[in-house]
């Protein structure tokens, strides 16, 4: 018997001929959307600072005239974003994804009324210290919380409905700083209205279920086998409870306590978590974060002057790489995730290496927005359009489920802050690199790392798409041991 001929294991699923789809199920599809506000903060945190950073200066004269104090408004979400990730994977493997999403949603609540009431940028700063411990959590947990409520064979485009999220949050953020450019107490508003969603979230999330797995591995399996029978017809509710039943028997035989160190000790763990944390290394090293706080920069270095076109063109940069998530959300689950990944990063280094053509052949005295200006701005839209859909949604995809479950929150938790550190490692320098070698070169070194990336995909990530959780499992520990370990573990389970 193959991991390919078992119960549960790739394509359409179905009882009775009947395949699960995207939208067969309103109750999953209204708990993926509820979670995935989560997502939302996320991205309208990235993208409003940028826009609240204008009106921040023009009320605080030291911030006005201290690049270090602007720097770090922008930055101490991310550094909160790292600590919320870093605790969050254990929040989220001790309390409960409902928990975890609750906890994160009061942070962050918080965190919008401190900065909407701020006196002083000092004050500001705890604030926004506060909100990326918020969207830190939230980063781990949401993707979690929905892979774990999913039917298999559409995990990878619910898990993907987070990342759309992220991005119309983005999109939302630019939309919110036009609306708010002529109201009194601007940047205000910008940064206080996004405790309404996090308030939305909280009062949905508590009439919301805790993961059913969560629930049958830890505390309750009577709940859990209710919440189970509400996403899955009697026949297949069958089938995930014996898989949730050998799970559950595989941990208590383990009888060892989890422990961070096992990440690293155990084979089959580390091979997991390695694949995982270099997908969302590589996310960030890729450049897209540079190319969404920075692209008013961007367009403006390429000849743009006009603050409102550039603004206009980022706003349409937002909407694409929103538009594109759609995309990957129908793709991931019908291509795969390796392959999406792949011809992604294929798009991502023709689009960087035009970009970098563009500014390197575009003369330096140049304000004119010629023929490499408008070579630099479709070198935009093509990145973003290879990128959101497939190396935006893969890795968060990925990293909902190649971990065991004791170890899902934890390992999550951990690649989630390698995904925020490397963010921060990139937003904190390429305008320094690019002072330092030219935005050409820059694009360039971003190039290389791209095809590093492709290379890693091919050799480290396998393809998930459609399979059971523990099937997962199988691949990691067939990699670590090799096949001969599978063929024992399936005469075990036959005998």
Known sequence: MTIESMPGSSGYLDAGNRKITYFSNGYVLGLTVVAGIGGLLFGYDTGVISGALLYIRDEFEEVNQSSFLQETIVSMALVGAII?????????????????????????IIGSVVMAAAPNPYVLIVGRFLVG????????????????????EIRGGLVSTNVLMITGGQFLSYLVNLAFTEVPGTWRWMLGVSAVPAILQFFFMLFLPE?????????????????????????????????????????????????????????????AFFAGAGLQAFQQFTGINTVMYYSPTIVQIAGFSSNQLALLLSLIVAAMNAAGTVVGIYLIDHFGRRKLALSSLSGVIISLIVLAVAFILEPSTSSVNGLYGW?????????????????GPVPWTVNSEIYPEAYRGMCGGMSATVN??????????????????????????????????????VVFVPETKGLTFEEVERIWKERAWGSGYIREALLEEGN
């Open 420 to 457: 925020w550190i490397s963010n921060l490692i990139v937003a904190q320098s390429f305008l320094s690199v690019a002072d330092a070698v030219g935005t050409g070169s820059t694009f360039l070194i971003l190039a290389v790392i791209a095809v590093a990336a492709f290379v890693f995909v």
């Open 375 to 391: 070579m630099a701005v479709v070198g935009l839209a093509l990145y973003i359009a290879f990128f959101s859909p497939g190396m």
């Open 211 to 271: 993961s059913p797995r969560w629930l049958y591995l830890k505390k309750d399996k009577s709940q859990a086998i209710v919440v189970l029978s509400k996403i899955y017809d009697p026949y297949r509710l069958e089938v995930e409870i014996d898989l949730l039943a050998a799970a559950l028997e595989e941990e208590r035989q383990r009888k060892i306590a989890v422990r961070y160190s096992d990440v690293f000790k155990v084979k089959e763990i580390r091979l």
């Open 84 to 108: 919320g990730a870093a605790v969050g994977g254990w929040i989220n493997d001790f309390y409960g994804r409902k928990r975890a999403t609750l906890s994160a949603d009061v942070v962050f």
């Open 133 to 152: 411990l918020g969207v830190g959590v939230a980063s781990v947990t949401a993707p979690v919380y929905i892979a774990e409520a999913s039917p298999s």
